[in-house]
């Protein structure tokens, strides 16, 4: 079992930058290393969206409207994973999750582990 929490959400102007961790612990954590982790957020009310992605090999993928705001990197030795928000903007206010190895591969795959979230605020 792996458990995982999310930590560095805040209030931040606009234009400023914030970066959360995710820290995964557990019997199962050392497996997080090897796994496809990802980056979601979401605002109450609307749809999951998908923020950031990286690989067990490290490559990474972004959402539209973070690419080349927001980086995503990983730790392994440290069991965390990170995003840096760059240049943020009001329509980054949400709740940010992170999750951890693909429980159901496809175009929209599931993951087996989720942190309960951070939250996100941006203020003009």
């Known amino acids: 079992q792996v458990q995982l929490v999310e930590s560095g959400g805040g209030s931040v102007q606009a234009g400023g930058s914030l970066k959360l961790s995710c820290s995964a612990s557990?019997?199962?954590?050392?497996?997080?290393?090897?796994?496809?982790t990802r980056w979601y957020r979401q605002i109450p009310g609307k749809e999951r969206e998908f923020v950031s992605q990286?690989?067990?090999?490290?490559?990474?993928t972004y959402g539209d409207s973070m690419k080349g705001r927001f980086t995503i990197s990983r730790d392994n030795a440290k069991k965390m994973l990170y995003l840096q928000m760059n240049n943020m903007n009001i329509e980054d206010t949400a709740v940010y999750y992170c999750?951890?190895?693909?429980?159901?591969?496809?175009?929209?795959?599931?993951?087996?582990?989720w942190g309960q979230g951070t939250q996100v605020i941006v203020f003009s």
């Open positions: 999750a951890a190895c693909v429980a159901r591969f496809g175009s929209d795959p599931t993951f087996r582990y």
């Open positions: 557990g019997p199962s954590s050392n497996t997080v290393g090897s796994c496809r």
């Open positions: 990286i690989s067990s090999g490290g490559t990474t």
